[in-house]
């Protein structure tokens, strides 16, 4: 039996991105809809996967309002400011990318809430809190979360189908402030990760063209398995992965 590499420092995975595994919520919301909560990401574009089940996607970004069916083999992605809510249609399971990994985690991710939440860090900070484990006071206040921005959300959706997208743009300026003191802390997380990971394929390519392959000596492989599984996300029940980057504990997606 050939045994598995164990390297002490293992790599990100290509590219830097962060990874999980989501399965939407089966929650009915007000609008008779059963899915997640809707929210943004200020600097990282999200990928969906789909592995399984059905489902759509609803985006809203000022090219307007969209729905997206979500089926097995179906790939879609979303850039930063683009609001986007998971819907559940039956089974719908997914394996999310997001790129820039550790910084969705550390943050990344706005909620749709109305206004006045908006407005108050303090209150917007309580509302998307949620206490520790998966049991029922954490499913309760997960259920509260979706329903606060879904409320949001419809409002939303509603002026932008009706023409008029000030409130949307709005909601993205509302965004940008809540998270502004944590970008320092976003911009050493890209160049830990992200940056660091374009910058080695430039060194890479850079020993190729000299005819100095030195790099390919480092050759590995490695290996990794949820380390929570089933946790509150923002979209659905989430198994995480504990990978270089990444901290996980405002489980985005």
Same mark, same amino acid.
């Given at each position: 039996?050939?045994?598995?590499? !164990?390297? @002490?420092?293992?790599?990100?995975?290509?590219?830097?991105?962060?990874? /999980?595994?989501?399965?939407?919520y089966d929650w009915e919301a007000a609008d008779g809809v059963c899915g997640g909560s809707p929210h943004l990401h200020l600097v990282c574009t999200e990928a969906y996967v789909v592995?399984?089940?059905?489902?759509?996607?609803? %985006?809203?970004?000022?090219?307007?309002?969209? &729905?997206?069916? +979500?089926?097995?083999?179906?790939? @879609?992605?979303? %850039?930063?400011?683009?609001?986007?809510?998971?819907?559940?249609?039956?089974?719908?399971?997914?394996?999310?990318?997001?790129?820039? /990994?550790?910084?969705?985690?550390?943050?990344? #991710?706005?909620?749709?809430?109305?206004?006045?939440?908006?407005?108050?860090?303090? #209150?917007?900070?309580?509302?998307?809190?949620?206490?520790?484990?998966?049991?029922?006071?954490?499913?309760?206040?997960?259920?509260? *979360?979706?329903?606060?921005?879904?409320?949001?959300?419809?409002? +939303?959706? &509603?002026?932008?189908?009706?023409?008029?997208?000030?409130?949307?743009?709005?909601?993205?300026?509302?965004?940008? *402030?809540?998270?502004?003191?944590?970008?320092?802390?976003?911009?050493?997380?890209?160049?830990?990760?992200?940056?660091?990971?374009?910058?080695?394929? !430039?060194?890479?390519? #850079?020993?190729?063209?000299? !005819?100095?392959?030195?790099?390919?000596? &480092?050759?590995?492989?490695?290996?990794?398995?949820? %380390?929570?599984?089933? !946790?509150?996300?923002?979209?659905?029940? *989430?198994?995480?992965?504990?990978?270089?980057?990444? %901290?996980?504990?405002?489980?985005?997606?």
């Amino acid at each position: 039996m050939v045994s598995e590499p !164990g390297p @002490a420092l293992p790599r990100p995975l290509p590219g830097a991105i962060g990874l /999980s595994h989501l399965t939407a919520y089966d929650w009915e919301a007000a609008d008779g809809v059963c899915g997640g909560s809707p929210h943004l990401h200020l600097v990282c574009t999200e990928a969906y996967v789909v592995t399984g089940g059905r489902g759509s996607v609803q %985006t809203l970004s000022p090219d307007g309002y969209r &729905e997206i069916p +979500l089926e097995p083999g179906a790939v @879609a992605w979303f %850039t930063p400011g683009t609001v986007h809510r998971m819907v559940q249609g039956g089974g719908l399971r997914v394996t999310v990318l997001m790129q820039n /990994s550790g910084l969705p985690e550390a943050g990344d #991710a706005v909620f749709t809430f109305p206004p006045e939440v908006l407005a108050d860090p303090g #209150a917007y900070a309580a509302a998307a809190a949620l206490p520790p484990g998966t049991g029922p006071d954490a499913q309760a206040a997960a259920r509260r *979360r979706r329903d606060l921005a879904v409320e949001g959300y419809l409002a +939303l959706r &509603e002026a932008a189908l009706a023409g008029d997208t000030g409130p949307f743009l709005g909601f993205q300026r509302a965004a940008a *402030r809540l998270v502004r003191d944590k970008v320092p802390r976003w911009r050493e997380l890209w160049r830990a990760g992200a940056l660091a990971a374009a910058e080695r394929t !430039g060194a890479q390519l #850079a020993a190729l063209e000299a !005819g100095e392959p030195g790099h390919l000596a &480092e050759a590995t492989a490695f290996r990794a398995a949820p %380390t929570r599984r089933g !946790g509150l996300g923002m979209c659905g029940r *989430r198994d995480e992965y504990a990978l270089p980057g990444t %901290t996980l504990p405002y489980r985005t997606g």
